[in-house]
Structures are given as C-alpha cells and as structure tokens.
C-alpha cells in the first residue's frame, strides 16, 4: 500500500526531480517545484537511503507552478516539466549545470540558460518523435514504466504539427511496438526499428545556418527546429577558425559543424562511427574529408569540436585529443553531468574552461544543450599553433 506524506522541496536533482527528506531519508520527487510544501504519494520505498515519490496535492504552491498545457501531463513520461514556467525551468537546469560542475569537476560555472530564437512558448518543437504502440493506441510510456499513456486528441504538445494522425501510425506500424515520425522540409517520414522507413522521404533535408543537409529520417538531427543553427553559432563563435585553419570535427554526425567550418575557410576532417552519416557528410559538405570509426584522436589539429553521444567523449578520447596540443577545443553536450566529467579531464590534461553557454532545446523537460569552450594553458609551450 503506498504512503501519503506532507514534505517541502528543498531542492532540485538531475532527471528533473526535486528532494525532499522524511525521516532522514532522501526522497525524490516529481511533479513538484523546489520550495513548495505538497503532499506526496511514496511510489518506490525499495531503497534503504532514497525513496521515490510524486506529487499528489499542492499545499503551498510556488508562484512558478503554472497549468500543464497538456492533459497528460504527470501521467507521460515525456514531459516532466509542463507545471513549471519557462523562465523558472530554465533556472533551474542553470542550477542542475553549476551542481555537475561543483560534483565532478570541483569548479564553479554561472550560466544563463538561453531560449532558442523563435521559441516563445517552450511547445511544438519536436520534430523527431518516437512513440509507443500497442493495443490499437499510440503514445508514450508512463513515468518509470512500460505502460502505454494514450495520446491525447490533439496530439502531443511538443510535436511540430504536419505528423500523421494516430489511427494512420498505428496502421503503418504493422505490430511494430514503437513508431517514430520525422518531420522535415520533405514532409513527415514514418519508420520503425526493425522495418525503416514505411512512409515519406527516408532521407530528408535539414537547413541550418544557410546549408542544407541530408540526413536519415531515422538518424540523428538536433531535434529542436531552431537548435542546429544556435549550436552553430555557438560553436563558432567559440573557435572563431580563420581560413586554412586545421580543424577536426569529432562525432560528427552527418556533418553540420563540418559545414559551417568548411564555410569559413578551415579545413576541416570529420571523423564518425555510423558509416551511413558519413556518406551523407561527403555529401553535404564535399569541401571537408570525413572518416568513418571510432574517435581516437585529432592529430594536427589546430581547433577541435567534439559533439559525442549522451554518454560522453571519455578519458581515453580526450587524452589523446588532447596530446595533439590543439590550441581550443568546443565540447557540444547534451549531458550535463557527463560534460562536466570530461571538463576534469581536461584540466588535468592542460586545458583551461574559457566559456559556457546553454540553450533551452529541450523545454518542457529537464534536458538542456551545452557548449563550453576549453584553451590550452600553455600556448608558448604547444607546437606552435595561434
């Protein structure tokens, strides 16, 4: 039988849930905001020093609780923050940013989260989503479950419109137990894990930052429509390259940074494990080399940009990075904690955080994008470069 308690939220913890502590045990807790007072449901009591629980009455709410715009909301596990202002989310994944960074990299970091350009209301900005299916339904999975939440009747309030309608996924997904939809200049693509693309275009066109790319309706694109071209500038702005420059361009995808690089002179090598995005990269950006295997390494790099998978880049990869001696280095993350772990890293390594930025791509969720700026210590002593 579940336990009912009253506590107040004293704080926030990465995966979006805030703490609170009863009886000198840590319980985190969804649905709430730091500093309210709720009454809460204890929905996992299997753990001897935490607890899990969620929000079931708001005692004294926080002028930052707003009215979920969807109805689904605290029943999908989608979306963890919809009773949360933007303005408010965004502090509080500044706060998230700054406890990683004191955790694992024992450094400070103050950030203003930054809203993308052109989002102004945090909603229908989803343009690759992947939804559960089963039962003649569509929809996402509970919060820490498999059960199947149905979507509502007008559809999930992050996804950019133009998608087909539910009754039309269920039928394209043929038993399949999920079904993602891509939407793009090309229209909407529909595919499955096993199966592929079973509707539209299965390979599609993206623009970012005056270029066009090609990219798998399956594969991975930033998925915010105004994500591309802020990570871009970012990224750029970062290594400022100037023409001629030697940069590599680490996991690089189908090649976006590799774009904007090769557009302003740098010459640039593209190194990627998937060999599909790499066929697209020379594609895109003919202009660049590209790679395809493991990251091991930027021999001769002048500026790097590395834009690894959630896990992280690691210590193998940014040791060897590192030893080529690039003069700066942007790391894009979509991991707080593990950009911060691989921020140790390199400072052991010789490298100095210069900047961080972060941007609100994600909103809705506890998610956030990041792009620090790392500087060799010692120029002088390095080969030369600057």
Request: hydrophobic residues 45%.
């Amino acid at each position: 039988m579940s336990e009912r308690v009253s506590v107040t939220l004293q704080g926030i913890a990465k995966g979006g849930t805030c703490v609170a502590r009863l009886d000198g045990r840590v319980v985190f807790v969804a649905g709430g905001i730091p500093g309210e007072t709720v009454v809460i449901d204890i929905t996992d009591s299997s753990h001897s020093s935490w607890w899990r629980g969620r929000v079931i009455d708001v005692i004294e709410p926080s002028p930052d609780r707003v009215l979920p715009p969807c109805p689904v909301a605290g029943r999908c596990g989608g979306c963890d923050w919809q009773h949360i202002g933007l303005a408010r989310q965004r502090a509080l994944k500044a706060e998230l940013i700054a406890q990683q960074m004191r955790r694992l990299a024992g450094g400070e970091v103050r950030v203003t989260v930054e809203p993308v350009p052109g989002d102004s209301a945090g909603l229908a900005w989803r343009t690759r989503v992947r939804y559960l299916v089963g039962a003649g339904h569509v929809g996402f999975r509970a919060a820490r479950s498999h059960d199947l939440v149905p979507l509502p009747s007008a559809g999930c309030a992050l996804a950019v419109p133009g998608g087909p309608q539910p009754a039309e996924l269920v039928r394209l997904a043929s038993g399949a137990g999920e079904v993602g939809v891509t939407v793009s200049q090309d229209g909407a693509s529909v595919w499955t894990p096993a199966a592929g693309v079973v509707s539209g275009a299965g390979v599609v066109r993206q623009v970012a930052a005056g270029r066009t790319y090609r990219v798998r309706a399956d594969g991975f694109w930033q998925v915010h429509p105004g994500a591309a071209d802020a990570l871009v500038g970012a990224v750029m702005a970062d290594l400022a390259p100037r023409p001629g420059v030697r940069v590599w361009d680490l996991y690089c995808g189908v090649g976006l940074f590799a774009g904007a690089l090769a557009g302003a002179g740098a010459e640039v090598h593209g190194v990627e494990q998937d060999e599909a995005a790499v066929a697209l990269a020379r594609r895109n950006v003919p202009e660049a080399t590209f790679s395809a295997g493991r990251v091991q390494g930027a021999p001769d790099a002048e500026l790097v940009v590395l834009d690894p998978p959630r896990t992280g880049a690691g210590r193998s990869v940014l040791e060897t990075v590192a030893a080529a001696r690039p003069r700066v280095l942007a790391y894009v993350s979509c991991d707080e904690a593990t950009l911060a772990r691989d921020a140790a890293t390199l400072s052991t390594s010789g490298y100095e955080m210069t900047g961080w930025r972060a941007f609100d791509i994600f909103p809705m969720t506890s998610h956030v994008e990041c792009v620090a700026r790392f500087e060799l210590r010692d120029r002088d002593a390095s080969s030369g470069h600057g």
